[in-house]
């Protein structure tokens, strides 16, 4: 079965021959390789590059561990890209692998040269044009992109999203949605037939790869159950408010065991590097300012998320706001969570303060859009619950209830729009109607 990943393969396209470094980061296993040293390039040799002009280094390879010092990773890439006559494509797999060494023309013994010195190297000649990947405990990709600041553009590579599934989906097209937001959207996962296969799959990648990445790139010799726990507190906990205080409290009033709010706002800090979870922040959307705590959390892939916690936790409602909060962050938008203040009176008449919260205030540019996220709003007493916030918010920016429901988008009284999960994920303009 093989994905066509549209998206990142416009990019690379677009930014091809540009004299800047491509940085293709992303969660470990979600296909950054596969779409570099396969799509793309195919796509080369078919533009008319010649065999000769792609120059590829997959360094996790024993057959090139030579490559892993940095002088002999020079050598032999300006060796492979000799003739000034010919337009080379350089791709580098895995980067991070590459050693320190010392620098043996200086006598300052903590001078160190690294890949870096080698990729900045080769971006300097005319007739070369630079890919590289990496990411596990020694160099995670958010690493590399920071390493070249300005002089990198970065691909981000993210899970398979519910439209390509769908696209490629074997079976009941009915049944796309729910095998989606319980296996997600790891490449190989779809290759599997039985649950058995892909819950073990997905079990292995964190214990084998993920956790293993961090203990090893933090050193972390102590804690390592802790970091287990607090990923299962994360995602019981998806579409939650929450910050390291409360975690902390969490940990010592269920689980007896004392950890510090900073020591977990160090693990999450963790988790974001490794691309496992992502972050959505509060912002007030009548006083227009961001709070700075409790946060929400989001996995990066739901079918690892089910995998933490042994499948045990399918809470729908729960999973079609994570799915919905990925969709929207690979689409190029950035997600915030939204509070709308209400001034209302208790059972006694005194006036309070409520907040009603916006599942997703969604910027990108000039635009602007309001997301609730909800299975059904077929029950006029459910409909007004989720459209509460969203009714008061004094803007004119387009409000938007996605459903769980099939159903035809329309637009109520108010001028919100209704629209059901698939055809939202299917269909990118549906945000613009």
Do not use: C
Request: proline residues 3%; without cysteine; charged residues 30%.
């Amino acid at each position: 079965m093989q994905y066509l990943r549209k998206q990142y393969m416009d990019q690379l396209i677009r930014k091809k021959d540009n004299g800047r470094i491509k940085i293709i980061t992303g969660l470990r296993r979600s296909g950054k390789s596969y779409l570099l040293f396969n799509l793309y390039r195919k796509y080369l040799l078919e533009s008319g590059v010649g065999e000769d002009q792609i120059v590829g280094l997959a360094l996790d390879e024993i057959d090139n561990a030579k490559y892993r010092n940095p002088f002999e990773l020079n050598t032999v890439v300006k060796e492979r890209i000799a003739d000034k006559n010919k337009r080379y494509y350089v791709f580098i797999d895995e980067i991070q692998f590459v050693n320190e060494v010392k620098n043996p023309y200086v006598d300052d013994p903590s001078e160190k040269l690294t890949f870096i010195d080698v990729v900045l190297g080769l971006m300097k000649i005319p007739n070369a044009d630079i890919y590289v990947t990496g990411s596990n405990s020694k160099m995670l990709s958010s690493d590399i992109l920071t390493q070249f600041r300005d002089r990198g553009d970065e691909i981000r590579v993210n899970p398979l999203s519910f439209a390509e599934v769908y696209e490629n989906y074997q079976g009941d097209k009915r049944d796309v949605w729910r095998d989606y937001y319980t296996y997600g959207g790891m490449p190989l996962v779809w290759e599997m037939e039985t649950h058995e296969e892909k819950s073990k799959y997905l079990r292995d990648l964190f214990s084998r790869t993920y956790i293993k990445d961090v203990l090893e790139r933090h050193q972390i010799k102590n804690d390592a159950e802790v970091l287990e726990i607090l990923l299962n507190v994360l995602a019981s906990g998806i579409g939650s408010l929450t910050n390291p205080s409360r975690l902390s409290n969490t940990f010592e009033s269920e689980l007896k065991i004392r950890i510090a709010p900073d020591t977990i706002e160090t693990y999450i800090g963790y988790f974001l590097e490794a691309f496992l979870i992502q972050k959505a922040e509060r912002y007030d959307v009548k006083g227009r300012k961001y709070i700075k705590t409790p946060v929400k959390y989001y996995y990066s892939d739901p079918g690892l998320r089910n995998a933490r916690l042994g499948f045990r936790q399918l809470e729908e409602t729960h999973l079609m706001e994570n799915v919905l909060y990925n969709d929207l962050i690979r689409r190029g938008f950035d997600v915030d969570v939204g509070v709308v203040g209400q001034n209302t009176r208790d059972d006694s008449g005194k006036n309070i303060r409520k907040q009603l919260e916006v599942d997703f205030v969604v910027n990108r540019g000039d635009e602007r859009y309001y997301i609730q996220s909800a299975l059904t709003v077929s029950d006029p007493d459910k409909r007004d619950q989720e459209i509460a916030s969203l009714i008061r918010i004094p803007d004119s920016f387009r409000k938007i209830v996605v459903v769980k429901d099939y159903m035809k988008p329309w637009k109520d009284d108010h001028g919100i729009q209704y629209v059901g999960i698939e055809d939202f994920l299917l269909n990118e303009s549906v945000i613009a109607r």
